[in-house]
T-cell receptor, first 113, second 116 residues
Framework: GDSVTQMEGPVTLSEEAFLTINCTYTATGYPSLFWYVQYPGEGLQLLLKATKADDKGSNKGFEATYRKETTSFHLEKGSVQVSDSAVYFCALNARGGSEKLVFGKGTKLTVNP | EAGVAQSPRYKIIEKRQSVAFWCNPISGHATLYWYQQILGQGPKLLIQFQNNGVVDDSQLPKDRFSAERLKGVDSTLKIQPAKLEDSAVYLC??????????????FGEGSRLTVL
């Protein structure tokens, strides 16, 4: 079945460091891909998305590129801030299926000043 | 615009007891979802409603879990009897239409259940 694999956390960085959170997926067909973020004490919210191969999603300085050849959707940010501390979830929505989001396990990011 | 409202935020019960969670989606959102998030795992879909009809409940443990959305607005998720492994955060989400096109779901803050 469809699945998402994220890099194990937690990840701890200093402010202004470069961030990469790896995400790979397994799906039949051509899924849409998403990153959701959960800030402390808040609900999950959509961070960015890409709906087809080679699309780049971006928001709040974060980017991820849909790589069909490597079935990946890695999240990157050039300079993290303390306010980016949160749990990040990679997710997919397989086309032609039941249209449900399948989430990875999440990666907790802590950014220290 | 008000977000997705859930209650209670926290609930502690003993095994074999029952519990109910309530969700009020964003106004006008036809699709409502209940997800279960066990500690250390990603959210897993339990049930999806389109208006007051069930679209997908394939992963709902129907021997103990039930959910309804009688008037196509708010929803209740019930667990009876609860087991230890039901300890999790229950997330409610809504979207304007079936998520296939955009994938943008709006989540509530969740209801954390602890079963002792």
């Amino acid at each position: 079945g469809d699945s998402v694999t994220q890099m194990e956390g937690p990840v701890t960085l200093s402010e202004e460091a470069f961030l990469t959170i790896n995400c790979t997926y397994t799906a039949t067909g051509y899924p849409s891909l998403f990153w959701y973020v959960q800030y402390p004490g808040e609900g999950l919210q959509l961070l960015l998305k890409a709906t087809k191969a080679d699309d780049k999603g971006s928001n709040k300085g974060f980017e991820a590129t849909y790589r069909k050849e490597t079935t990946s959707f890695h999240l990157e940010k050039g300079s993290v801030q303390v306010s980016d501390s949160a749990v990040y979830f990679c997710a997919l929505n397989a086309r032609g299926g039941s249209e449900k989001l399948v989430f990875g396990k999440g990666t907790k990011l802590t950014v220290n000043p | 615009e008000a977000g997705v409202a859930q209650s209670p935020r926290y609930k502690i019960i003993e095994k074999r007891q029952s519990v109910a969670f309530w969700c009020n989606p964003i106004s006008g959102h036809a699709t409502l979802y209940w997800y279960q998030q066990i500690l250390g795992q990603g959210p897993k879909l339990l049930i999806q409603f389109q208006n007051n009809g069930v679209v997908d409940d394939s992963q709902l443990p129907k021997d103990r879990f039930s959910a309804e959305r009688l008037k196509g607005v708010d929803s209740t998720l019930k667990i009876q009897p609860a087991k230890l492994e039901d300890s999790a955060v229950y997330l409610c989400a809504s979207s304007q239409r079936r998520q296939g096109a955009t994938g943008e779901l709006f989540f509530g803050e969740g209801s954390r259940l602890t079963v002792l």
